[in-house]
């Protein structure tokens, strides 16, 4: 067992871990943040993705030792004072997920994609999100969703500017 | 944190909800991660279940030993299937499709003999998923190898070795369907011997996995002699009774609950061994037990789809009429057979016909058994693959008659003023209009500028090459009237429960059977009730998907949720209104006839301003002070709905597609479709379906293909090397509707969840044809790797096998003997 | 799945890492990013008894100039390289191939020195390594360094030069500055697939004749190879389509391919000459 302590959706956590649970795994059973999923072994899904001090990972791939010390951010912490992020209202009006599995990880996937490229167009979404599977939307109102987002984040951050 | 909208009002009331295109109720947990998969489930002292699963893929069990295993730290059992051969039943089969069907029976844990790689031989039940997992490793166990059988035409030889030893055939069934001997069409033979042109083609549909995004979950709590069982499933309902009867346990002593499920698409339309494992472990230890699958495990254990070797034959005049349509299936039913495993192809018997009038028409498939998972329902269970034989070889009709593939179809299909129209496989389709579709998705695509670029691109002799692909078609939907699953063997019936309740501030509670995964049923049954009640859209709950609140129901699979569900909720709703009818004359003192009900409100003909409103009513009749006499003191009401026919939607696709003649790679330029579901209720949950099911329709033709080894391995075991396309390889969809309302249901709804995917195959491998066909391509196989178009192009054929091996991605299977030989940085 | 339980030491320098591989004894895994290694112990194919985590080395993390070379730290991650104003300028084939590795979220974990490493020739850094003649900086037990060319870097599928207890520290290369052309053209399936065959290409100019050509082919073989034949034809040739087709022809030459589902080896060569032909083409401005 190690010791590891970590920030999640901004509390602070201590705990012991055996080095090979996966983050995942952790978020889910020891800290209760079962918003973040599990869709595959191998990397390929990215229904698990969160941030880790600020850049996406997916947190299959990632063992929980490793995030000692670290800030993690989860599907369940990116809505601000009761407010959705803009993502995650994007999602909403623009249909952008249907059964909901793959969404947690697309959506903080999407947010990662804007803070590297505020306007990217159709096809820096596609292959942006590439890393992310959906089985059911077949993608197009998930790029609908996040450029509605772009929009509305580069204009929000025009304005505080 | 709520996702609320202003409630659309007019003067005259509120809107319409049918046909508004409502954003979804569902959204507000799935976006936030607050969310119920089964996997978040934990319950006190929950035990964890791990499987050892078979290696080889037929073999008799030599020897077992779990005695290392059940030493480990944590574990508190180990199960093989000597504990539970005498309990553990027969995964049932609902749809025995001939009367002399064979079925060898489904264990859910091999006792003596395993017949596919993955087969559950031992269960270790430990504290932590872990402490399990580890323990699986310390089983000792023994194969003695038997001959593997995976080519269906193969196997279906005289003297071919047997799956099981107890068959004295791998033929599990020989089911036929002759229009002749119907009474529906002519002689088939005849219209052969007759025939001016004949076609006649091999296809092949390859075997697909559902590859939902959830993984399979189950967890089982007890009480007492009371088992709830949460599971990843699209049928609680039946999984319930078909639990209780493989089981045991009493169906009142059992509940099942599906919370929120992460995608079905047919892959969860099961009874799964697991769940029934997790039932009997659960029993026999007295403890709540889980069980979540990897996805590993579940490509290799969950049941496939597809798999059909098609043999199809058509006849037709020189001018292009069709005469004549012969198709015979060989169809693979895996190891075993699953709750619907043998009916998926007879099902598509009836679609071979397509939207076209064929006088005569026979149909025959044998069910082949295989060393290989069951396969069962997969999105559109076996129209996908009837309307790819169809519109595969109509295109092949032209090609050999030197016709516009266009002309051929619109020469032969069913014309706008013949519907209803009873087909040659006996089925009458409702409503529809063929051309008016068609022309739409010609001018969607941009037709002619795409041809004229076609043209352009061959006489240049550009190493890009441009082709468009047809595909018109329909399928049936809303399963299904009873009567009809009961001429056709099918163990249960296709009607829908619904039921309302009007609470007393007002507020609805719609209980559905239709259990969704996905689909947008609480929002979509809500705009329902809205109208039918004339109550705010935010004022109706949908409850669903648990068998202790919504006792009855026929669940989620064959686009019937909206079609029957939705149509047993509008019968409820009327009943609603009936019930409240009479309360209000008797409050408002008028004679029932001379009230009307209109946005939500019962007035006095010809008092206009007075009135009750039904939710004051609720109210009214919850205090219960006054009401009339002779009546129950309640507004509440179920109905059930059983359909009289199936609904019929259908479509025209168009692909144009780009082939890269000197690597065979393959891109879509343009998609657009023009599909008619009858009425609409929301329309972007609506063209949510058609993205979604587009993109697994063209997913089977360009990526998807579950590959076994010669040994009966599945090679295509995880997700680098079973490839589901990402946003990056999938284009924009343009879409769109025609509207001619079903006429067998009152919302006139006929059905979107599975149009796209059937649709879609054939008018992709068909662009890709057309784009090469002038280089002397005639097939390629599905699905199109850019090997198999580029052997077809440059070496003839159809592209033929892929390599079994898998890719070496992660070491690939090589890494399995030695462990990497290098420090894996 | 859950990987096999392990031992977990997390250096923070490189005389930490080397002793803690010295003390893991035989069966130790060096882990970089663990794109690769975490999956394969989650499926159990990999088991090893201590994982040595470089995350915390930071000292191995970074692009650095010295005279003609670009110096890449081992655990230069792959989104490091694609931010790096020094890769921009002067490793844009790095950068080409860096961007099509996986997706956004692996590429912030993976590493530059953990792909080279990892030797997986369906990986795309091994191909350009290769054609940039990379010199792998390699630190021994007792923290002696010695340096080890590409060409006898990747010494068979998935095994290197790296012997037990070493450590690779960084990864030289040359400096492609003015007057290169270069392009990684990469041939998959779906996007975030591994490379069914790749071509890794930097041609230099001098007016209309071809001076240097650089060509890397990733999964033609269990490492990465150099098309030898190809790169002679093209030096000292006119920059013409009809000499880079024909010199492309060659591009397969000596090789023997994998088969596996995606292609059979006949193809792989196939494409080989046909990617060539293209990389070189868009190299040298064709």
Redesign the interface.
């Known amino acids: 067992m190690?010791q590891i302590s970590v920030r999640v959706d901004g509390a602070s956590y201590a705990d012991d871990v055996?080095?090979?649970?996966?983050l995942v795994?952790y978020l889910?059973e020891q800290l209760g943040?079962?918003?973040?999923?599990?869709?595959?072994?191998?990397?390929?899904?990215?229904?698990c993705?969160v941030h880790?001090d600020g850049?996406?990972?997916?947190s299959?791939?990632?063992?929980a030792?490793?995030a000692d010390g670290s800030e993690v951010t989860?599907?369940?912490g990116i809505?601000e004072g009761?407010?959705?992020h803009p993502m995650?209202r994007a999602?909403?009006?623009k249909?952008g997920?249907?059964?909901?599995?793959?969404?947690?990880g697309m959506?903080m996937?999407s947010i990662?994609?804007l803070k590297?490229n505020p306007n990217p167009s159709?096809a820096e979404?596609?292959?942006?999100?590439?890393?992310?599977?959906?089985?059911?939307?077949?993608?197009?109102?998930?790029?609908r969703a996040v450029q509605q987002a772009a929009g509305e984040m580069s204009s929000t951050a025009g304005a505080q500017a | 944190m709520t996702l609320t909208e202003d409630p659309t009002t007019t003067a005259d009331g509120p809107a319409k909800e049918v046909g508004n295109a409502r954003l979804r109720k569902e959204d507000a947990r799935l976006i936030t991660g607050k969310t119920t998969w089964t996997d978040n489930m934990v319950l006190p002292g929950m035990l964890h279940m791990a499987f050892l699963r078979s290696p080889v893929a037929h073999a008799t069990i030599s020897h077992l030993d779990v005695s290392a295993a059940k030493d480990r730290p944590n574990v508190v059992a180990v199960y093989t299937g000597q504990d539970f051969k005498d309990e553990q039943g027969t995964i049932p089969c609902a749809w025995p499709v001939t009367p002399d069907m064979v079925n060898p029976g489904h264990p859910s844990i091999a006792v003596d003999t395993v017949n596919h790689v993955g087969e559950a031989v031992a269960i270790v039940v430990a504290r932590t998923r872990t402490a399990a997992v580890d323990a699986v490793e310390a089983i000792d166990v023994d194969y003695e190898n038997l001959p593997v059988v995976l080519d269906m035409e193969e196997a279906v030889k005289d003297g071919a070795d047997l799956v099981h030893a107890s068959t004295s055939s791998n033929t599990s069934y020989h089911f036929v369907f002759d229009a002749g001997e119907a009474g529906t069409g002519s002689d088939t033979d005849a219209a052969f011997r007759d025939a001016e042109v004949t076609v006649s083609r091999r296809f092949v549909q390859q075997r697909l996995i559902p590859a939902f995004m959830e993984p399979r979950s189950a967890v089982v709590g007890v009480q007492g002699d009371n088992y709830t069982l949460w599971s990843a499933t699209q049928i609680p309902h039946i999984l319930r009774v078909m639990g209780a009867l493989t089981t045991g346990i009493p169906e009142h002593k059992l509940r099942v609950v599906a919370p929120d499920v992460g995608g079905g698409f047919g892959g969860k339309l099961q009874v799964c061994p697991e769940e029934i494992l997790a039932l009997l472990v659960a029993r026999r230890l007295g403890k709540p037990v889980k069980w979540t699958e990897t996805r590993s495990e579940s490509l290799m254990t969950a049941h496939h789809g597809r798999d059909q070797i098609q043999y199809i034959d058509v006849a037709a005049k020189k001018d292009g009429t069709v005469t004549g349509l012969r198709v015979r299936l060989l169809a693979d039913m895996g190891a075993y057979l699953r709750l619907i495993t043998p009916g998926v192809p007879a099902l598509g018997a009836f679609m071979f016909p397509g939207i076209y009038k064929f006088p005569a028409y026979r149909f025959e498939c044998d069910g082949v058994f295989t060393n290989k998972v069951p396969t069962d329902a997969y999105r559109g269970a076996g129209r996908p693959e009837a309307t790819f034989a169809i519109e595969r070889i109509m295109d092949e009709l032209a090609v050999e008659l030197d016709m516009d593939p266009m002309e051929l179809r619109r020469k032969n299909w069913i014309s706008a003023e013949e519907f209803p129209f009873t087909t040659v496989a006996g089925l009458e389709y409702d409503s529809g209009d063929y051309e008016q579709a068609t022309q739409a998705a010609l001018e969607l695509l941009g037709y002619d500028e795409l041809r004229a670029e076609q043209k352009r691109r061959r006489e240049s002799g550009d190493p890009v090459q441009l082709g468009i692909g047809i595909s018109t078609f329909t399928e049936m939907c809303g399963l299904a009237p009873s009567r009809v699953l009961g001429s056709l063997s099918f163990g249960a019936g296709g009607w829908e429960q619904a039921s309302i309740r009007m609470l007393p501030t007002g507020k609805v509670e719609v209980v559905t059977g239709s259990t969704p995964h996905g689909q947008g049923h609480e929002t979509a049954w809500s705009q329902i009730v809205a109208d039918e009640l004339g109550v705010p859209f935010e004022d109706v709950e949908v409850l669903h998907g648990d068998t202790a609140i919504s006792s009855r129901g026929l669940d989620t699979y064959g686009s019937r949720s909206l079609v029957v569900g939705g149509t047993a909720v509008v019968k409820a709703a009327e009943k609603v209104v009936a019930k409240a009818r009479k309360i209000a004359a008797h409050l408002l003192e008028a004679s029932e006839d001379d009230l009307e009900f209109s946005g939500g409100k019962f007035s006095v003909k010809g008092t206009p301003g007075a009135g009750l409103g039904i939710q004051e009513i609720a109210l009214a009749i919850f205090a219960a002070h006054d009401y009339p006499e002779g009546i129950e003191p309640s507004i509440d009401a179920e109905a059930a709905f059983d359909p009289v026919n199936f609904s019929f939607p259908h479509g025209t696709h168009l692909c144009a597609m780009e082939v890269d003649t000197e690597t065979g790679f393959v891109t879509i330029r343009k998609y657009a479709s023009v599909d008619d579901i009858g009425t609409i209720v929301n329309p972007i949950i609506v063209e949510g379906q058609m993205h979604g099911g587009l993109a697994q329709g063209i997913a089977q033709a360009l990526y998807e293909e579950a590959i076994y080894d010669a040994d009966g391995n599945l090679t295509t075991g995880t997700f680098v090397d079973y490839l589901l396309p990402s946003a990056a390889d999938l284009p924009t969809f343009h879409t769109g509707n025609t509207v001619h309302a079903a006429t067998s249901n009152p919302l006139g709804a006929k059905g979107v969840g599975e149009a796209g995917c059937i649709a879609s195959t054939p008018a992709v491998v068909n662009a890709a044809l057309d784009a090469v066909r002038h280089l002397g391509v005639t097939d390629i196989r599905m699905p199109l790797t850019p090997e198999r178009v580029w052997r077809a192009i440059h070496q003839g054929g159809d592209g033929g096998d892929r390599a079994a091996e898998g890719s070496n991605a992660y070491g690939g299977a090589r890494t399995t003997e030695s462990g990497i030989e290098e420090a894996a940085q | 799945m859950i990987p096999a339980s392990f031992a977990y030491a997390r250096p923070t320098s490189v005389d930490e890492a080397l002793q803690a591989i010295a003390a893991g004894g035989e069966d130790v895994k060096i882990m970089a990013g663990g794109q690769s290694l975490i999956p394969v112990m989650r499926l159990r194919l990999a088991a090893p008894e201590t994982v040595v985590d470089l995350t915390r080395v930071t000292e191995l993390r970074g692009v650095r100039e010295d005279g003609d070379s670009l110096v890449i730290g081992a655990m230069t991650t792959h989104s490091d390289i694609l931010r790096d104003p020094l890769i921009a300028q002067y490793g844009k084939l790095i950068a080409e191939a860096t961007e099509t590795v996986a997706d956004p979220a692996v590429r912030h974990r993976g590493t530059f020195g953990g792909a080279l490493a990892h030797a997986d020739p369906a990986g795309d850094l091994p191909a350009v390594a290769l054609a940039l003649d990379a010199e792998f900086v390699i630190a021994g037990p007792g923290g002696a360094r010695r340096s080890v060319p590409a060409s006898a870097f990747f010494v068979d599928y998935l095994t290197t030069a790296l012997e037990e207890g070493e450590l690779l520290v960084e990864v030289r290369v040359p400096k492609l500055g003015e007057g290169w052309g270069v392009r990684y053209e990469k041939f998959n399936r779906v996007a975030q697939a591994w490379s069914i065959v790749a071509v890794a290409a930097a041609v230099r100019r001098e007016g209309s004749t071809i001076a240097e050509a650089r060509i890397g082919l990733t999964n033609m073989g269990s490492t990465p190879l150099r098309a030898t034949a190809t790169e002679q034809a093209l030096v000292g040739a006119d920059v013409s389509l009809e000499t880079v087709t024909a010199a492309a022809a060659q591009a397969a030459e000596g090789t023997e391919p994998s088969s596996d589902l995606n292609a059979q080896a006949d193809y792989r060569q196939h494409l080989a000459r046909v990617l060539t032909g293209r990389a070189v083409r868009a190299a040298a401005g064709l």
């Open positions: 190690t055996e080095p090979r649970t996966l795994h889910r943040k079962v918003g973040t999923v599990v869709g595959c072994d191998t990397s390929n899904c990215g229904a993705t880790l850049e996406s990972v997916k299959c791939t990632v063992l030792v490793q989860t599907i369940e809505a009761g407010e959705l995650q999602f909403h009006e249909h997920l249907q059964c909901g599995y793959c969404t947690p959506i996937a990662d994609l590297n159709e979404i596609r292959e942006g999100i590439e890393g992310n599977l959906c089985r059911c939307t077949g993608y197009v109102n998930i790029v």
